[in-house]
């Protein structure tokens, strides 16, 4: 089976940064992207990593380490409107997603 | 463009009623899948299609079924809904199943009540 591992809460300050981790143990990958996801909406696509190393996308970075089974999502100059659950989501060596339970953002001013 | 609709909104069911939820997508995707997403789980896949004919069983198949009789819609049935099934079902799409950054997007979902 697979195994995805991310904090479930978080708060932090408008204007800060927050880093959000996900772990994971899959069989076999071919990738890993995460989600952003506002309360009672669908999951809209952030960013996707499939080599070692930083992604960046204004804002937001995502970053991958494949020996380690591990990345993050770094969101910078939080902004209200970031307050959302954010997935992290692994495509397996047959090519399907699995997602973790997601992280709750929470942004406060 | 509307990308991914489903339908209905949300609905609430009787134990044992038979159930069709409606997906359908207007971007000639290939690949199509159904997610439950509940609580402290995620989303949870139940089942998927990669091209119109074929279909494949997820995580969670079981008291499920999906047809894909076309490249545009992917209706999920629940033959004899149980309370267990209450959950928010997204439907998604992606151009393929394998190779590159194959994005999956989503419909706005259905939430289900199974009473």
């Known amino acids: 089976g697979q195994n995805i591992d991310q904090p479930t809460e978080m708060t932090a300050t408008e204007g800060a940064i927050v880093q959000i981790n996900c772990t994971y143990q899959?069989?076999?990958?071919?990738?890993l992207f995460w989600y952003q996801q506002h309360a009672g909406e669908a999951p809209t696509f952030l960013s996707y990593?499939?080599?070692?190393g930083l992604e960046e996308k204004g804002r937001f970075s995502s970053f991958l380490s494949r020996s380690k089974g591990y990345s993050y999502l770094l969101l910078k100059e939080l902004q209200m409107k970031d307050s959302a659950s954010y997935l992290c989501?692994?495509?397996?060596?047959?090519?399907?997603?699995?997602f973790g339970a997601g992280t709750t953002v929470t942004v406060r001013a | 463009i509307a990308g991914i609709t489903q339908a209905p909104t949300s609905q609430i069911l009787a134990a044992g009623r038979r159930m069709t939820l409606r997906c359908t997508q207007d971007?000639?995707?290939?690949?199509m899948y159904w997610y439950r997403q509940d609580l402290g789980l995620g989303l949870r896949l139940i089942h998927y299609?990669?091209?119109?004919?074929?279909?494949g069983k997820g995580e969670v198949p079981d008291g499920y079924s999906v047809s894909r009789a076309n490249t545009d819609d992917f209706p999920l049935t629940l033959a004899s809904a149980v309370p267990s099934q209450t959950s928010v079902y997204f439907c998604?799409?992606?151009?393929?199943?394998?190779?590159?950054?194959?994005?999956?997007?989503f419909g706005p979902g259905t939430r289900l009540t199974v009473l």
């Open positions: 998604a799409s992606s151009e393929g199943l394998a190779g590159g950054p194959v994005t999956q997007y």
């Open positions: 899959t069989s076999g990958f071919n990738g």
């Open positions: 990593n499939v080599l070692d």
């Open positions: 989501a692994v495509r397996d060596g047959d090519y399907k997603l699995s």
């Open positions: 971007m000639r995707h290939n690949a």
């Open positions: 299609s990669n091209t119109a004919g074929t279909t």
